[in-house]
Each structure stands twice: as C-alpha cells, then as structure tokens.
C-alpha cells in the first residue's frame, strides 16, 4: 500500500468516528484487529562501544603524601632552639604532634606554642599532609610561635637513681612529724593547676581532632572536678 492510499483510508476511518471522545469513552481491548506485536530491533554486539580506559601516567609525585618527610622547627626568635621531626607518614601525623615535639625538645608547654606554616597559624587537629599539600617531599619547615609567658630552659633529664630512705617510706620509727617528703606537687594540687587542663584538653585534641570539642569536652571535665572537690 502505498503512503497516499494508506492516509485515505486512514482518513476515511477517523470520518466514521466521533470528532470528540467523551469524558467516560472506554474502549474495549478485545474488540481491536489481532495483529502481532512490534518489537525494536536488536542493537548490535556490543550494544554500545566501550568507554576508552583513562591513560595513567607514573610521576614522581604520585605517592608524595605518604612520602616520608623531614620537618624543621625553627622558632621566630633565636633565644630559642631549633629541632628537627622526621615523618614517615604525614597523613598520619597531627600539628599536635608538632607542637608536643617541640614543647619536650624545648623545655615548654604545649598551650604556650603554636605552629605555623609559611607565616600563617595552623590549627592542631590538621594532619602535616593536608597543610603541605600532596606535592611536597623531603625538607619542610615550619615556624614556631613562644607566646609571652613560656621561659625556655634546658631539656629535661630524668635524676640518678637512688633508693629512698627508710624515713621516706615511712617505716623507721613510725609515724613521723614532718611524714613523707613531698616531691613536687601531687593528688589536687597537680589537677588544680593550668597545665594539667592544658595537657587534657591537648589530649582529647589528638584523639577527636576537632578544636571545637576538645574544648568543650575539656570544660566540662573541669567543671566538673570544681564541683566535686
């Protein structure tokens, strides 16, 4: 049939027809011609042309933030020390941690150091491979800040050994008058002191690295203890 007698009688089929359907026009199903269902023809095999594989390239700075670092800490002021801290993973390694290594190396407490990388502050819950970046290797240096207040002094070293007197055990003669010799502060006095909170809140830093709630996890355990001692 041709494309002109098929719109004729096509045509011819919609005159016997209403030129509306009505609202409530059902037709029913088993009234239409039995004819065979259509279906798509089948794409080819494969049905779709693979995606080209992404060209990988081997530099040298491909694995560079798991490379294995050397950072310097160099303080702004010459009164005190520089140090080095190698790093074999700085995904791994927090600017607290820093901050610690240099407080010990130094003689100082770690809230009285800040950390600071191309002469700009960085937080301490940030790891050394997020504030360098993944395209640095080998020698990194960073500023250290001594705020007001911290006095530099030697490292510490542990005393000679020596075995306690029999008045220090407190088993010559009884009790004695004076009791025990205290060495350094000890029990409440040690707790009622700044830097016990500052080392608390350092922790609970280095283990959520979130400044936020480190804070305030650290003021609610010293609220707390005021509360009950």
């Not at 494309?3 to 029913?28: M, N, Q, Y």
């Not at 007197?165 to 009884?174: R, V």
Request: proline share 10%; net charge neutral.
């Amino acid at each position: 049939m041709s494309e002109l007698a098929f719109c004729k009688t096509f045509l011819t089929a919609l005159d016997a027809r209403p030129v509306k359907l009505s609202s409530d026009h059902i037709a029913d199903a088993r009234q239409y011609p039995a004819q065979g269902a259509y279906t798509l023809p089948r794409l080819p095999h494969p049905p779709h042309p693979r995606a080209p594989k992404p060209k990988t390239t081997n530099t040298p700075n491909a694995s560079s933030s798991t490379a294995a670092l050397n950072i310097t800490l160099k303080p702004m002021k010459p009164s005190h020390p520089t140090t080095s801290l190698p790093i074999s993973d700085p995904s791994k390694s927090s600017i607290y941690d820093l901050k610690t290594h240099y407080a010990t190396h130094a003689s100082l407490s770690a809230s009285k150091i800040k950390i600071l990388y191309k002469k700009k502050p960085v937080p301490d819950s940030k790891t050394v491979a997020e504030v360098v970046g993944e395209d640095v290797n080998g020698e990194v240096e960073f500023g250290v800040m001594v705020m007001a207040g911290a006095a530099a002094g030697t490292p510490v070293t542990s005393p000679p050994a020596v075995a306690p007197s029999e008045a220090e055990k407190g088993l010559a003669g009884g009790h004695s008058e004076g009791g025990p010799a205290a060495q350094g502060p000890s029990g409440k006095d040690v707790v009622a002191t700044d830097e016990f909170w500052s080392d608390l809140r350092g922790f609970i830093l280095q283990r959520t690295r979130d400044e936020a709630e480190a804070e305030r996890l650290g003021g609610i355990f010293r609220n707390a203890w005021e509360s009950n001692k």
